[in-house]
């Protein structure tokens, strides 16, 4: 038995009801426990900010794409070189690290479960690959469907127990956790150069529309029992005047689960977009956060923006495309057959730039105007939005009206006309920031139930202690100190070990991949389903055993098994 | 005679790359194809052997006609036998120019060598299996 | 016993459709592969045991020898290089980028004389591209340019391109224009529609042509760039302009053409444009195997695809500089490893001169030209037959390839770890 | 202050050494200069003798004179802001990275990627130098952005790619693709060269020998007669490249 006792720490723990108090937390075996056992190792908290090691539930660290934006990009590997040194090794990278950077940059911000947000089927082998290169975090990786031949055909079909049905082959097959659409329909468009520009669009060829596909999937999702929703990348994602696609999506969604919401929208901040052209470009944050806090059931991210270069990369093909034009730098697209497509290309958000600081403002009005907390989870859609080391800096700005005004005297002085940014007086507490980073992010991932996320008996003993004394700083007036301090923790703990204390990593680490299998009755395996599979070595270039991904692949996998209502 | 020297896959060369020490792998290698016009010119028959030479080497190797080929081009498979006579200039790209090599070409009665032969030359130490 | 969709490991179109019949440690029959998949999986010609060069004969030893040897060969030198990597699986490459890690050494794979240059391009523009199943379902134009997939990719056309029926393309054959550039006659440009012979070293110069065509400029375009005549550059890219879904496929025809990687940005540039105005995408046509692969584990691992050094413990990368080829050709180097791949045969004399003036040791299964120049060679099982492991696909899908049998070989992981163990003891 | 390094014998000579720590502005504080022989750190004076002259306040006051068998030192003059280095024979590679001001002299030849990525002072090759001269890196968009580099002899293969401002004078001839996605500031060609300017978006390129393999995506613009380095020249004009943006000028002498 190993043991781990954290006295004196300042804890808050959203989903166990604790909003600050000093206590203890005891650890044995890797999990959360009444009693730390006779010789456990002692860390003194000193009062010192404790919380749930950090859960991000949309970042892209691991996968084709991913690594592509590191093959094309030599330049952004010229930032952020590390040696091997101790257990650490080589590390290179700013916007798009190496694994091994994007891991240990994780952990010492005390981040110790990510969800990687695209995962193409096809090439899910080489994602999952990757996560056992990541090896302080435990992984999760969306799924992508939102080109599926086969749930479009379930779709046009009216068939949500066949479009559920793929969806549980697909997950159960290449190890996925969740369903994840990215700009449903348009990335097969995307396969003839072509996009979706309302949700009420045909596709090509398949005669359904995003509507249809985002409808179906909401309910194929909830009769298979996952335990995430639908995690949604709206069409006209980056468009001037795409909040009315947004609102148009929400307004379809049922509420279909009492214990989370019934849908993800990711990176909202590039969806809240009013005018009608770059030139007018506004923000919609105030429509957007209006309906998001009369609509329970639905939980966004942000997806802030920073400014300063970084890589933009998304199974969106056909925005990448559209970026590209505007920037002319560089662009890669990948489309990948029967599923999905992506697009890669760099990017510099600029303080001089008006439609960049209006972007930027869109993001804090979304966390700041939304009332609950639980509802707008914190995320730069790492690294589209910015790399995620900006995270604390991003927590400064909303803890802090006054770094707000001071970075408005840097960017463009027009901005505060398209924005309500500086008329929002709200600063977010600690608990605010807690819910935000880790507590929202598990219940919304629905990853509680394996212990994710709360530090209670019974939890994952994942835990992150922070040079911030909550008592004894203002956060208003010194947000550089927030800032400093959620940048680099104390101690990360994972599964009660510590992994990376005062900014090094200390371990070599073995992580966790966790995906979920949803069991279906015989009649809806489509393994042996003959349709399926005739489909499937007819127009597939792999054969169909040779795409399940291996159990070696997950040397530590966790699978959330649930049981399909069909 | 004057040549620009081409080189590239072939499925004979492919098809023999683990037995390298083979007879059929250094004819696979060490085949010169040319036009037959140019063969006529310089009095040679698919067989015969020639020395290769360019600004960095030179090589024997056997003629065999290809009329697909232009005139004053040749092409052989890349392996050692090419490679004794490309050089290893890369122009700041890690790549020599495996397409274009300025050689000249005449008829000779020296044997086409072994690979272990051939980089024998190079220095190393034939091993026979 | 057969055993059915069995992944070649041959060069880069990685065909999972092979059925193959094995008896014992031996395979005797193949189905659905090419002759290079063919004379792949029925080869018999392993070296035996691990050999050392003394003087100027050779020693059979042991592998615990060849193995303590090999490590004490890398801890002596002071700019070691390891080279090769696409013969072997991911699992292997990664145990090689952190062995070169440690070391201090510049880790480099077969790209460096292959499709190095077409990285170099997309590292400059990018790359608009796709899984080959998109090319299959929906191209109905596909252009091999510096390409010759008869004889470097023989089941390419069948699988994916003018053969091959697909979800939009019923009757592939007539359904698709195949358009074939190159410098000569080859077996693929006689099945072309269109067939564009170009001087050797003028592709940059038609690819620009082509641009400016595409982009409206059809009145500069002179009588004839570089043996090809305005009529057919006019006629190539209004073909491609009406296409619905077009495909560029290119080759080492391109890679090593003089101007190298500007060859290919132009080609990537030209695809660009054509997407302007439809569907067009661009992918290398990868040789060996597993390069892809070597190329994303060594991506995701150091940050840059091949030629990397890590003489200062950071990663650096500056093909020209860090490139195999180059490091040989100075002589900068005093030992090499060489895993999966055969330098001996495929650099220039003045690279294997060099190999045989420093200690080289080759982990490989056959006897190859590298061999000759090599003080030890380390055989191991072949990956795809008797080892197995992760590699990518010329399109970045990955694929695990099968063990058709135990045979009496350790494999490349096997061996490099053994090494790493050691170096890594060595270094603390 | 003048500092004379001059190479010690090696036991591999041909292992290259990186010395980017060669620099005045370090010579006037630092004192334990560092340098790499493959991967290998050693002192300075490990691999050199090091002899200093005279003293200095300030590092423009600094001349530092590399002797010997310095052909394989690379990355001498990196990020240099002010000072003389003078190279007495020839240089590695990357001598006179992202340097910004000073002055570098090189006697011999020098070696790929001089002066890659230069913001500003001058250097002067008296004699060839090598592959991809005054350009840029990898993935990179922009190249040399300021600055003079002036080289008496030839220049390789992709002399000024990505070229963004400053000034490149080669006396003598270049290889191929010379001003390579050129975008902004000046290329001179004394002598001849292959596929001038492809891709390139702005700047200007002078030719005054033979462009061969001229690409067929320049648009002939008349001719003029101009004044370079005091003399008269009639040149023709081209603007292109037509298969980008076309907004480059290159002037070949007639």
């Excluded at chain 1, 996009?195 to 249809?212: L, Q, R, W």
Aim: net charge negative.
């Amino acid at each position: 038995m190993s043991g781990l006792l954290i006295k004196n720490a300042f804890v808050i723990d959203p989903i166990s009801g604790v909003k600050g108090e000093i206590m203890d937390i005891a650890i044995c075996d890797g999990k959360i426990v009444e009693e730390a056992p006779r010789d456990a190792e002692i860390i003194d908290a000193k009062g010192h900010l404790t919380l749930p090691g950090g859960i991000d539930s949309h970042s892209h660290v691991c996968g084709t794409k991913v690594n592509f934006g590191r093959y094309m990009s030599p330049e952004d590997m010229r930032a952020g070189r590390t040696a091997r040194k101790g257990v650490m090794h080589v590390t290179s990278g700013y916007s798009v690290p190496t694994t091994f950077g994007n891991s240990y940059r994780y952990s010492t911000m005390g981040y110790t479960t990510v969800l990687e947000g695209a995962m193409a089927p096809l090439e899910a082998r080489h994602t999952h690959e990757e996560f056992t290169a990541t090896p302080h975090q435990d992984m999760l990786a969306n799924t992508l469907f939102d080109g599926n031949w086969s749930v479009m055909e379930a779709v046009r079909e009216k068939d949500v127990k066949r479009a559920a049905a793929v969806v549980a082959w697909t997950l159960s097959a290449v190890k996925g956790f969740a369903i994840k659409l990215t700009n449903p329909g348009g990335t097969e468009a995307w396969g003839w150069g072509r996009d979706m520009s309302t949700i009420h669009d045909v596709v090509p060829n398949f005669e359904v529309t995003p509507a249809e596909i985002i409808g179906t999937m909401i309910r194929a999702n909830e009769l298979l029992n996952l335990p995430h929703s639908v995690h949604l990348h709206c069409n006209n994602l980056g468009v001037p005047g795409n909040y009315r696609t947004t609102l148009d999506t929400i307004s379809l969604v049922p509420d279909l689960n009492k214990d989370r919401q019934s849908l993800y929208l990711t990176h909202v901040q590039f969806h809240s977009y009013g005018g009608t052209t770059w030139r007018d470009i506004c923000s919609k944050s105030e429509d957007i956060t209006r309906t998001i806090n009369s609509t329970p059931h639905v939980v966004m991210d942000m997806g802030q923006i920073m400014f300063g270069r970084t890589t933009t990369m998304t199974a969106d093909g056909p925005m990448e495309f559209k970026l590209y034009m505007l920037h002319h730098n560089k662009w890669s697209n990948h489309d990948v057959e029967l599923e999905t497509g992506s697009g890669i290309i760099p990017v510099y958000y600029s303080r001089k730039s008006l439609v960049n600081c209006v972007m930027w403002a869109i993001g804090l009005e979304l966390a700041l105007l939304t009332k609950n907390p639980w509802q707008c989870l914190l995320s730069t859609d790492s690294p589209n939005g910015a790399p995620f080391i900006k995270y604390p800096e991003i927590i400064g700005l909303l803890m802090s009206r006054r770094f707000r005004e001071n970075e408005r005297k840097m960017i463009d002085p027009r901005t505060e006309h398209f924005v309500p940014l500086f008329a929002i007086d709200r600063e977010l507490e600690w608990y605010d920031i807690a819910v935000m980073t880790r507590a929202g992010q598990a219940k919304a991932l629905g990853i509680t139930r394996i212990g994710k996320g709360y530090l209670t008996p019974g939890a994952e003993a994942d835990v992150a202690i922070y040079p911030i004394k909550p008592g004894e700083i203002d956060p208003s007036v010194e947000y550089q100190q927030v800032v400093a301090g959620f940048s680099r923790t104390l101690y990360t703990i994972k599964r009660g070990r510590v992994v990376a204390r005062d900014g090094e990593v200390v371990v070599e680490g073995a992580n966790s991949t966790i995906w979920s299998k949803s069991n279906v009755p015989a009649e809806y395996d489509m393994g042996s389903d003959p349709e399926f599979t005739r489909k499937f070595e007819q127009y597939y270039t792999v054969r169909m055993r040779n795409y399940p991904v291996q159990e070696v692949y997950l040397p530590r996998g966790k699978m959330i098994a649930s049981e399909a209502f069909l | 005679m004057k040549f620009l020297l081409n080189t590239g896959r072939t499925i004979r060369q492919g098809s023999f790359v683990e037995r390298k020490n083979s007879p059929s792998y250094q004819t696979a290698a060490a085949t010169i194809f040319m036009n037959p016009v140019d063969m006529l010119e310089i009095m040679v028959e698919e067989g015969d052997h020639v020395r290769v030479r360019s600004d960095v080497g030179e090589v024997v190797m056997q003629v065999s006609p290809d009329v697909g080929l232009p005139r004053w081009r040749v092409f052989v498979s890349l392996g050692p036998y090419s490679n004794h006579i490309v050089s290893a200039e890369t122009h700041g790209t890690g790549m020599p120019d495996f397409k274009v090599t300025p050689v000249s070409i005449e008829p000779t009665d020296d044997p086409v060598l072994p690979v272990g032969t051939l980089m024998g030359l190079c220095g190393g130490v034939p091993y026979e299996d | 016993m057969k055993i059915e969709d069995v992944v070649c490991s041959f060069c880069g179109c990685l065909c999972d459709d092979l059925v193959v019949e094995v008896e014992g440690t031996r395979v005797i029959s193949v189905e659905n592969g090419c002759t290079l998949a063919s004379e792949k999986f029925l080869g018999d010609h392993r070296l035996k045991t691990p050999i050392r060069r003394d003087g100027n004969s050779w020693t059979k030893i042991s592998y615990d020898e060849a193995i303590a040897e090999t490590a004490e060969i890398l801890l002596d030198a002071d700019r070691p290089l390891l080279y090769g990597w696409s013969g072997t699986f991911g699992e292997a490459q990664s145990v090689g980028v952190h062995l070169a890690e440690i070391l201090g050494a510049v880790i480099d794979n077969t790209s460096t004389v292959c499709h190095g240059p077409s990285i170099l391009a997309i590292q400059e523009v990018g790359h608009p591209g796709c899984t080959l199943g998109q090319v299959k379902n929906r191209a109905d134009v596909v252009v091999y340019w510096g390409a010759n997939p008869v004889d470097a990719h023989p089941r390419h056309m069948s699988r994916y391109t003018t053969y091959c029926d697909g979800f939009f393309r019923k009757d592939a054959f007539k359904d698709r224009k195949v358009i074939v550039v190159d410098v000569r006659d080859t077996e693929s440009s006689i099945l072309a529609d269109e067939f564009v012979k170009v001087n050797p070293g003028g592709d940059y110069a038609v690819l620009s042509a082509l641009r400016a065509i595409v982009r409206g400029k059809r009145g500069i375009i002179p009588p004839e760039v570089e043996g090809v005549s305005r009529e057919q550059l006019f006629r190539v890219a209004d073909i491609c302009m009406s296409a619905k879904f077009g495909a560029v496929f290119f080759g080492v025809g391109l890679t090593m053409a003089p101007g190298k990687n500007k060859n290919i940005r132009n080609a990537i540039e030209f695809t660009e444009e054509l997407s302007r105005h439809t569907k067009f995408t661009i992918s290398p046509m990868r040789g060996h195997w597993n390069v892809y692969g070597s190329n994303e584990v060594f991506t995701w691992i150091s940050g840059y695809p091949y030629a990397v050094d890590f003489a200062r413990g950071i990663a650096f990368y500056n093909p020209g500089e860090t490139t195999s080829v180059d490091i040989l050709k100075r002589g900068e180097c005093d030992a090499c490893l060489v895993v999966a791949s055969d330098p001996g045969a495929h650099f220039p004399k003045e690279c294997a001169e060099h190999l045989a003036r420093i200690p080289t040791v080759q982990i490989d299964p056959h006897v190859n030209v590298t061999t000759h120049l090599s003080r030890i060679q380390i055989p191991v099982a072949v990956a795809g037959i008797d080892a197995e492991g992760t590699a990518y696909r010329m399109d970045g899908v990955p694929i695990r390839t099968r063990k058709l049998f135990q045979g009496q070989y350790p494999d490349d992981f096997e061996v490099l770890e053994k090494i790493y163990a050691i170096v890594k003891e060595a270094k603390g | 202050m003048r500092v004379i390094l001059k190479t010690r014998p090696r036991a591999k000579p041909k292992i290259p050494i990186e010395a980017e720590e060669i620099i005045p502005q370090n010579f006037l504080r630092k004192n334990d200069i560092r340098v790499y022989e493959g991967n290998k750190e050693r002192a300075l004076d490990d691999l050199f003798f090091v002899t200093y002259e005279g003293p200095a306040v300030s590092p423009d006051q600094v001349e530092i004179v590399l002797t010997g068998d310095t052909g394989v030192i690379k990355r001498v003059g990196e990020y240099m802001n002010a000072g003389r280095i003078i190279i007495e024979g020839d240089i590695g590679m990357h001598c006179g990275n992202f340097m910004s001001a000073g002055e570098i002299l090189i006697r011999g030849n020098a070696d790929a990627w001089l002066g890659r990525e230069m913001r500003g002072g001058h250097i002067l090759c008296e004699g060839n130098s090598g592959h991809y001269c005054a350009a840029g890196y990898r993935g990179e968009k922009r190249g040399m952005r300021g600055g003079i580099v002036e080289v008496r002899g030839n220049s390789g293969d992709f002399t000024a790619e990505y070229l963004s401002g400053g000034e490149v004078i080669i006396h003598g001839d270049c290889g191929d693709l010379p001003g390579v996605e050129m975008r902004g500031g000046t290329l001179v060609i004394g002598g001849d060269c292959s596929r001038p300017c492809g891709n390139m978006t702005g700047g200007t390129c002078m030719i005054f020998g033979e462009a061969h393999k001229f690409l067929p995506t320049f648009r002939k613009n008349g001719t003029d007669d101009i004044v370079y380095a005091g003399k008269h020249y009639l040149m023709n004009l081209f603007r292109g490249d037509v298969a980008n943006r076309g907004k480059g000028t290159l002037m070949v002498r007639q």
